[in-house]
């Protein structure tokens, strides 16, 4: 082995598994020993390649070795026998910017641009655009106030008129009521047999879909023709596709397609590169793609940064486009650079008008603050004395704790006393919803296991819950693994109430939106009590406030996506908990993430 792999094996620089791998390849050169175990460590870091032109530019990560020059590198790179070029079939894949990938990771990208790319074409079945701006004229009647275009009316026209719709924007924008107008709109056009299917990549995701598709129906917001084609279910991406962690193949793919002519997600953040791949490789070719989310937002756990990376520089609509859209919708819709600077330009809509936040300040202003990185204005934002936003500088551990000890039962006593015998689950699992205490860490003075037990050793002082029984009535669950025969997957959430007998169960909201599901304690796949959560895990859910505590210093999960992430998933309040100097770093950290599709899909803007 490489004596300076062994090195960092020893320190904790790098994993067995990376080591290993760079040794199954052969690499006995520490040069390229480095390249091929830190190309395996990336894509647990959430890279989808080595970046090795900006790790030499800095002269790499590790003190006690530096990279040779660029040059050097991937001239010595290229000579050895397992690494290739693109479109070669090698373990390993160093392209023409420097960068070097996993085989498979490569192919993702390459399956995804190429995909994405056939998909933004104009559709041949598009309609008439004097149909087209009748029907946008009902269904997108009322503008909001004072905007000079109606970025839902064009993003419905997008969809119409593209294979693929990809709409970005931020909590209470109108995704979820754009797409059920484009539904509507697609159902009037294609007949009553148009097949739809709305997905997103985790069960909370999903779940939270369906209940917004139920209450848009419930409210008779939805036409009769949407009603007819709209599922009642919407699945994990996981569950459509098939994907099973038992199989090696899902069942959907290029062989076998969706049976869909329209696909809609839902939180298409948190969707890494491998599981993009996967569902455009099971779309059939006729059918269209929805994408919706926010580009701000936290990437996927696993790697990739797919919608950010989808979004890129976001240049506006090519100036033919543009003019086939204001004949569409009847608004300004402005033009962005011609030539194209990539083929997706024409598919990006950006919805910017948020109904939920108030433009002068409160929560909207702090997450616009913290989306551009101005810390001044973060640092306004929190001190504005806003009734919705609240800061506490809280350098000190203990006095956090303390202010945390003092708080919780009044942030939980409403949830814990509906937990009575014969209450309704899903009722208190909504009581909940009224406060999210978030972590940036899972671990450490200020992570979620910590905090989780702060929590409930004051709910237990103020007599809320028992202070010597692991389960109780009442107690929030979370699930940390996937059990395909349970149905129960990693971030759902359940509650601990007794049955007819008495006897304690944990009651988890039903896949399909039936009854909810009850589980014997021991029965449960890895868990534990949620009085607070990462925002990762939060993401997919909404609270009506969230107390989100930070860390007493910066660290590198900290990002702007995280920071924004957290703030946004509160309706109506939120307070941070942090030193003033961590809310600043981390609103001026953007998140980086090692990839090449944002390069594929748009070349000329990458080029400038």
Same mark, same amino acid.
């Given at each position: 082995?490489?004596?300076?792999?062994?090195?960092?094996?020893?320190?904790?620089?790098?994993?067995?598994?990376?080591?290993?791998?760079?040794?199954?390849?052969?690499?006995?050169?520490?040069?390229?020993?480095?390249a091929?175990?830190?190309?395996?460590?990336?894509?647990?870091?959430?890279?989808?390649?080595?970046?090795?032109?900006?790790?030499?530019?800095?002269?790499?990560?590790a003190?006690?070795?530096?990279?040779?020059p660029?040059?050097?590198?991937?001239?010595?790179?290229?000579? =050895?026998?397992?690494?290739?070029?693109?479109?070669?079939?090698?373990?390993?894949?160093?392209?023409? %910017?420097?960068?070097?990938?996993?085989?498979?990771?490569?192919?993702?990208?390459?399956?995804?641009?190429?995909?994405?790319?056939?998909?933004?074409?104009?559709?041949?079945? %598009?309609?008439?655009?004097?149909?087209?701006?009748?029907r946008?004229?009902?269904?997108?009647?009322?503008?909001?106030?004072?905007?000079?275009?109606?970025?839902?009316?064009?993003?419905?026209?997008?969809?119409?008129?593209?294979?693929?719709?990809?709409?970005?924007?931020?909590?209470?924008?109108?995704?979820?009521?754009?797409?059920?107008?484009?539904?509507?709109?697609?159902?009037? =056009?294609? @007949?009553? *047999?148009?097949?739809?299917?709305?997905?997103?990549?985790?069960?909370?995701?999903a779940?939270?879909?369906?209940?917004?598709?139920?209450?848009? !129906?419930?409210a008779?917001?939805?036409?009769?023709?949407?009603?007819?084609?709209?599922?009642? /279910?919407?699945?994990?991406?996981?569950?459509?596709?098939?994907?099973?962690?038992?199989?090696?193949?899902?069942?959907?793919?290029?062989? =076998?397609?969706?049976?869909?002519?329209?696909?809609?997600?839902? /939180?298409?953040?948190?969707?890494?590169?491998?599981?993009?791949?996967?569902?455009?490789?099971?779309?059939?070719?006729?059918?269209?793609?929805?994408?919706?989310?926010?580009?701000?937002?936290?990437?996927?756990?696993?790697?990739?940064?797919?919608?950010?990376?989808?979004?890129?520089?976001?240049?506006?609509f090519?100036?033919?486009?543009?003019?086939?859209?204001?004949e569409?919708?009847?608004q300004?819709?402005?033009?962005?650079?011609?030539?194209?600077?990539?083929?997706?330009?024409?598919s990006?809509?950006?919805?910017?008008?948020?109904? !939920?936040?108030?433009?002068?300040?409160?929560?909207?202003?702090?997450?616009?603050?913290?989306?551009?990185?101005?810390?001044?204005?973060?640092?306004?934002?929190l001190?504005?004395?806003?009734?919705?936003?609240?800061?506490?500088?809280?350098?000190?551990?203990?006095?956090?704790?303390?202010?945390?000890?003092?708080?919780?039962?009044a942030?939980?006593?409403?949830?814990?006393?509906?937990?009575?015998?014969?209450?309704?689950?899903?009722?208190?699992?909504?009581?909940?919803?009224?406060?999210?205490?978030?972590?940036?860490?899972?671990?450490?003075?200020? @992570?979620? *296991?910590?905090?989780?037990?702060?929590? /409930?050793?004051?709910?237990?002082?103020?007599?809320?819950?028992?202070?010597?029984?692991?389960?109780?009535?009442?107690?929030?669950?979370?699930?940390?693994?996937?059990?395909?025969?349970?149905?129960?997957?990693?971030?759902?959430?359940?509650?601990?109430?007794?049955?007819?007998?008495?006897?304690? !169960?944990?009651?988890?909201?039903?896949?399909?939106?039936?009854?909810?599901?009850?589980?014997?304690?021991?029965?449960?796949?890895?868990?534990?009590?949620?009085?607070?959560?990462?925002? =990762?895990?939060?993401?997919?859910? /909404?609270?009506?406030?969230?107390?989100?505590?930070?860390?007493?210093?910066?660290?590198?999960?900290?990002?702007?996506?995280?920071?924004?992430?957290?703030?946004?998933?509160?309706?109506?309040?939120?307070?941070v908990?942090?030193?003033?100097?961590?809310?600043?770093a981390?609103?001026?950290?953007?998140?980086?993430?090692?990839?090449?599709?944002?390069?594929?899909?748009?070349?000329?803007?990458?080029?400038?």
């Amino acid at each position: 082995m490489s004596r300076l792999l062994q090195r960092w094996l020893d320190a904790g620089r790098v994993r067995d598994l990376d080591v290993h791998f760079a040794r199954t390849l052969g690499a006995d050169d520490d040069a390229v020993a480095a390249a091929f175990a830190l190309a395996s460590q990336a894509t647990g870091l959430g890279h989808v390649c080595l970046d090795l032109t900006a790790l030499a530019a800095r002269g790499g990560d590790a003190g006690d070795w530096r990279p040779p020059p660029l040059a050097e590198w991937t001239a010595r790179l290229r000579a =050895h026998p397992h690494v290739g070029a693109p479109g070669e079939a090698r373990p390993l894949i160093l392209d023409h %910017a420097g960068r070097l990938y996993l085989y498979r990771y490569w192919a993702y990208e390459r399956r995804i641009a190429e995909r994405l790319a056939a998909l933004a074409a104009p559709r041949t079945d %598009a309609p008439e655009a004097a149909w087209l701006r009748r029907r946008l004229e009902e269904r997108f009647p009322d503008p909001p106030p004072g905007a000079t275009v109606d970025w839902q009316r064009v993003g419905a026209a997008v969809a119409l008129l593209r294979g693929l719709c990809v709409l970005s924007g931020g909590p209470g924008t109108g995704k979820t009521t754009t797409m059920a107008r484009v539904l509507a709109l697609l159902a009037e =056009h294609r @007949g009553p *047999r148009l097949r739809v299917a709305l997905a997103a990549p985790t069960g909370k995701a999903a779940a939270r879909m369906q209940d917004s598709v139920r209450a848009l !129906r419930a409210a008779g917001a939805l036409p009769a023709e949407v009603a007819a084609v709209l599922p009642e /279910e919407a699945h994990t991406l996981h569950r459509l596709l098939g994907l099973h962690p038992l199989t090696r193949r899902p069942r959907h793919g290029p062989d =076998h397609p969706l049976p869909h002519d329209v696909v809609v997600v839902d /939180e298409s953040s948190m969707v890494d590169v491998a599981l993009m791949a996967r569902l455009l490789d099971a779309l059939p070719p006729h059918a269209r793609l929805l994408l919706l989310g926010d580009k701000d937002q936290l990437a996927s756990v696993e790697a990739g940064s797919v919608l950010a990376d989808l979004c890129g520089p976001a240049p506006g609509f090519t100036p033919g486009f543009a003019d086939t859209l204001r004949e569409a919708t009847g608004q300004p819709v402005p033009a962005g650079p011609s030539p194209a600077p990539g083929p997706l330009q024409d598919s990006i809509v950006l919805l910017r008008h948020s109904h !939920r936040f108030r433009d002068d300040g409160g929560i909207g202003a702090l997450a616009r603050a913290v989306q551009s990185g101005d810390t001044a204005a973060v640092t306004a934002a929190l001190r504005a004395r806003d009734p919705a936003v609240r800061w506490r500088d809280t350098p000190d551990l203990r006095a956090r704790d303390e202010a945390l000890a003092r708080r919780a039962p009044a942030l939980f006593e409403p949830a814990l006393a509906r937990a009575r015998p014969g209450a309704d689950p899903l009722d208190v699992l909504r009581a909940y919803t009224a406060w999210g205490v978030l972590c940036a860490h899972r671990e450490g003075p200020a @992570g979620a *296991r910590r905090i989780n037990r702060v929590v /409930e050793a004051a709910l237990a002082g103020a007599g809320l819950v028992p202070p010597d029984r692991a389960w109780y009535p009442g107690r929030p669950v979370m699930v940390l693994g996937n059990d395909y025969t349970l149905r129960l997957f990693n971030g759902d959430i359940g509650v601990v109430l007794p049955d007819d007998d008495g006897t304690l !169960r944990v009651w988890f909201p039903a896949p399909d939106g039936g009854p909810p599901r009850a589980f014997a304690p021991a029965r449960l796949p890895a868990h534990e009590t949620v009085y607070a959560m990462t925002v =990762h895990k939060s993401q997919g859910s /909404e609270f009506a406030r969230v107390l989100l505590i930070l860390p007493e210093r910066p660290t590198r999960v900290l990002t702007r996506e995280l920071l924004y992430t957290g703030i946004t998933r509160a309706r109506e309040a939120v307070e941070v908990w942090g030193p003033a100097e961590v809310v600043a770093a981390a609103a001026a950290t953007p998140t980086r993430r090692s990839s090449g599709l944002r390069d594929a899909l748009w070349p000329q803007a990458a080029a400038q």
